[in-house]
Nanobody
Framework: QVQLVESGGGLVQAGESLRLSCLPS????????MGWFRQAPGKERECVAA????????YYADSVKGRFTISRDSAKNTVYLQMNLLKPEDTDVYYC??????????????????????WGQGTQVTVSS
């Protein structure tokens, strides 16, 4: 496992944007497939976006399509979630996840929580109306 560190959360008004970043620390990290999940109190964790090792394939939940963009900078070992046109219903704790440290998935991405074994501590995103 590898420790993931998220940043970029905060409080914004509806319609504004935020960019979340996820940076691994510690062990060698070789472009595994990654995802961004969110979880509200009392609810299950939901995959909002996922990206393959190559970065060539991505997934978005219907609720964020057209507003969120997941991307990765392999040189910096960093994955981003650009969130535009934020809505109050986007308010959640957002988690970054990685499937291993040296698992190369090619063009495959994963949306199931069980597919990931490294998680960040979460970053709060709050959108006011």
């Amino acid at each position: 496992q590898v420790q993931l560190v998220e940043s970029g959360g905060g409080l914004v008004q509806a319609g504004e944007s935020l960019r979340l970043s996820c940076l691994p620390s510690g062990r060698t990290f070789i472009s595994p497939p990654m995802g961004w999940f969110r979880q509200a109190p009392g609810k299950e964790r939901e995959c909002v976006a996922a990206i393959s090792s190559t970065g060539g394939r991505t997934y978005y939940a219907d609720s964020v399509k057209g507003r969120f963009t997941i991307s990765r900078d392999s040189a910096k070992n960093t994955v981003y979630l650009q969130m535009n046109l934020l809505k109050p219903e986007d308010t959640d704790v957002y988690y970054c996840a990685a499937r291993g440290t040296a698992y190369y998935s090619g063009n495959n991405y994963y949306t199931e929580e069980s597919a990931y074994n490294s998680w960040g501590q979460g970053t709060q995103v709050t959108v006011s109306s």
